[in-house]
């Protein structure tokens, strides 16, 4: 290995220039000294036995020196010549037995001279001539003086440094020394080439490697492509049946996933009672939905609930005293809990609760029962709480959506689709028949919007029968239960009625008994007498209800629900039969709505809209009186389930079917479905630029 020349160490200097002066690290001459290599030039003397003989002690005691086979005291073997004769002791230090001279040949030690000063006390390079030996300009530093020599203590760096050159280090660096696995570093083009490029991938471990690869590749394309195509073809997925947010999206635009205890029939109802049969012909039903209201907790703002959403409005169509908010609705203790309090709330001095499926559930035809507890004691007026449905072209609140649908049940084109049901200033009944504050007016109402007298052309959602003309379209009212209270005897009521329009004169339908409707139980139930006003007609019976089941009854809360309900056939020969407390109470049938020629009116089909359900529970005069004073707030109206059951194939839920659809005319008009300040049709047009549709007995088509 070629060696550095002596100008790259740090105490040498070039030639001539004597002045130069290297750094002065550390006065302490011992803990300067580094490993030397004696070496001889060519012409040299031999060193003297004592140095051979100690050279080779020394070998015996350091694994880097070893000494001839056989000769301790013998010159080195030309393999061990160059090596360092150094005894085995730290690098850079000295016996202090021996003189300095057995750290290096005669001719570097007769050298040493033009390295130290007389004074011995500092080392200073000085310029050599290029005969001097490299040894002499790498040798330690030496004690010159005349007292016997001493070695400092070695420092850590002494203990742990090497030569910078590696032939200093003992190894053997001879190209001709082999090692065992010198061949895997040495370049054979042979055999490379056959390694390289003669192999095949075609063996067993190629085989497995590319199968594992196969396997792995085939598994993600299963996962990831596979499992969703799979899955889409083999899950039963849910049909709307044509409900337009059933599945789809409700009024905030979020999408509900409908599972567990929020399906169509929840999970938790009895298997007992997911069939039922009917009252009137002792078929079978089958439940098609159901809300039992065992989970805790349950919140019915606009977007939390998948069927039912609360209003927040005052309902001043019936001049309540109470605003209607969210938070005044919710499940406990396995039952929908409706409050009204005497909060004052949007200038109001009640808050109560109102919520529906409109537009999210709806039933045609079939029977819908409830269990309930009614608020309040059943000897204290004033309360109104309801349970009812509605067809869903109109809006529980919103004024511009009821106005000119709410309360018809008609197809017919006559005088009974204008507004006042009067054409021309006839026929007399309906301007003398009716209420005498209103100078014998029978109806107020501003005529049939959706009639079948529509133009063709015209803002209709349909359908239109066989010869091209609309079939009238409205929202009618069906109830369920309105509670109320015989102040006479103070004895708890609920009123059953179905509500309707165009109206006969008095508002009188046709009462043959047991041919146009029927009472089973005379004791209990009795026909209301009330028979309608200016914006409504009612066929209505009231019935003593359980008096037990009340949620505030004098003797505390009893824990007693009543069942109520009535089952329905649409159409101009059906009928509905009413529930009270589990039983029925009374049945109209489809001719008491039967035509009347003193109106000019024809038949009003038992309805025949998809009917959403509603439940609220309110004050208002309107209603009846109200007793203040033993009114003691808060009350609650309690509901443990509702359940919806139909005929056996004769399945028909969804608030858009095809025979009645809704969802594109609601979607066209639905601001007047969302605002309720909107109150009537006309407010909805100013904002929209819709126009009253045009009928064909007025208007020029």
């Known amino acids: 290995m070629a060696r550095k020349p002596a100008a790259a160490y740090p ?14 690290p550390n006065t302490n001459l011992n803990a300067l000294r580094i490993p030397v290599t004696p070496e001889r030039r060519p012409g040299a003397p031999s060193p003297s036995s004592a140095t051979t003989t100690s050279a080779a002690s020394s070998a015996s005691r350091n694994p880097f020196l070893t000494p001839s086979p056989g000769t301790a005291s013998a010159s080195p073997s030309p393999a061990q010549a160059g090596r360092s004769t150094a005894t085995n002791r730290p690098y850079g230090t000295a016996s202090a037995a021996n003189s300095s001279t057995h750290l290096m040949p005669p001719s570097a030690a007769s050298s040493t001279a033009s390295l130290v000063s007389s004074s011995g006390s500092s080392l200073r390079p000085q310029p050599t001539s290029g005969n001097t030996p490299r040894a002499a300009l790498s040798a330690p530093p030496l004690n010159t003086s005349s007292k016997s020599a001493t070695t400092a203590p070695p420092s850590i760096s002494d203990k742990f440094s090497l030569s910078p050159d590696p032939s200093l280090w003992g190894g053997n660096l001879s190209l001709s020394d082999r090692e065992a696995d010198d061949y895997l570093h040495n370049p054979d083009p042979k055999r490379d080439r056959k390694n390289d490029r003669g192999g095949t991938m075609f063996t067993a471990r190629g085989i497995v490697n590319l199968g594992c690869l196969f396997i792995m590749a085939a598994g993600l394309i299963a996962l990831f492509a596979g499992y969703p195509i799979i899955s889409f073809f083999t899950t039963t997925h849910q049909s709307t049946q044509g409900g ?37 012909d002792q078929s079978t039903y089958d439940l098609v939905f159901s809300d039992e209201f065992n989970v805790e907790g349950r919140s019915f703002y606009p977007g939390d609930d998948p069927y039912w ?33 005497k909060t004052e709330n949007h200038d109001l001095n009640y808050m109560g609760g109102m919520m529906s499926t409109w537009n999210k559930f709806c039933f045609t035809g079939g029977y819908i029962e409830v269990s309930v507890s009614l608020p309040g004691d059943p000897t204290v007026w004033g309360l109104w709480p309801a349970i009812w449905t509605m067809g869903n072209l109109g809006r529980a609140g919103y004024g511009a959506s009821l106005d000119g649908m709410w309360p018809y049940t008609y197809e017919s084109c006559d005088v009974g689709t204008l507004a006042n049901q009067t054409q021309n200033g006839g026929p007399p009944d309906a301007l003398t028949t009716g209420d005498p504050d209103w100078n014998g007016a ?23 029968d066989s010869s091209g003309n609309f079939v009238g379209r409205a929202a009618p009212e069906i109830d369920i239960l309105e509670a109320q209270v015989y102040q006479s005897t103070r004895t708890g009521a609920v009123s059953q009625s179905v509500q309707m329009a165009p109206f006969n004169a008095y508002w009188q339908y046709t009462n043959t008994s047991n041919a146009d409707f029927q009472i089973y139980n005379a004791e209990i139930t009795e026909a209301n007498g009330y028979l309608g006003g200016v914006y409504q007609q009612a066929a209505s019976s009231v019935s003593i209800t359980n008096q037990n089941c009340y949620s505030g009854h004098q003797s505390g809360e009893t824990g007693c629900f009543a069942v109520y309900g009535f089952e329905y056939e649409p159409g101009d020969s059906g009928y509905i039969t009413w529930i009270n407390n589990g039983q029925p109470a009374w049945t109209v049938y489809a001719p008491a709505l039967g035509p009347d020629a003193n109106t000019g009116i024809a038949q009003r089909p038992i309805p025949t809209e998809p009917m959403y359900i509603l439940a609220n529970l309110g004050i208002s005069e309107n209603f009846g009186a109200i007793d203040y004073a033993e009114l003691v707030f808060p009350v609650y109206l309690l509901i443990d389930y509702v359940r919806v059951y139909q005929k056996q194939g004769s399945t028909n839920i969804g608030c858009d079917p095809a025979d009645h659809p809704t969802a594109q005319y609601i979607q066209n008009h639905i601001d007047a479905y969302s605002n309720w300040n909107l109150t009537t049709f006309d407010d909805f047009a100013a904002v929209s630029g819709s126009t009253w549709p045009k009928n064909k007995l007025i208007d020029t088509c």
Request: hydrophobic share 30%; proline share 8%.
């Open 309 to 341: 959403e609360a209003v927040n409005l005052h309902y001043w169509e019936t001049n309540n005293l109470e605003w209607y908010d969210p938070s005044a609705i919710t499940t406990t203790g396995g039952n929908l809990k409706i409050w009204l309090n």
């Open 442 to 464: 029978l109806s107020f109402l501003p005529g049939q919007r959706l009639s079948a007298c529509t133009c063709a052309g015209e803002d209709h959602p349909g359908p239109q």
């Open 11 to 24: 105490f040498s200097s070039s030639p001539g220039s004597s002045s130069a002066r290297p750094p002065q």
């Open 244 to 280: 337009y947010n059933l599945g789809g999206i409700n009024q905030t635009g979020q999408v509900p996933e409908i599972t567990g205890a929020l399906g169509l029939i929840d999970v938790q109802t009895p298997a007992a009672s997911k069939s039922h049969t009917g009252w009137m």
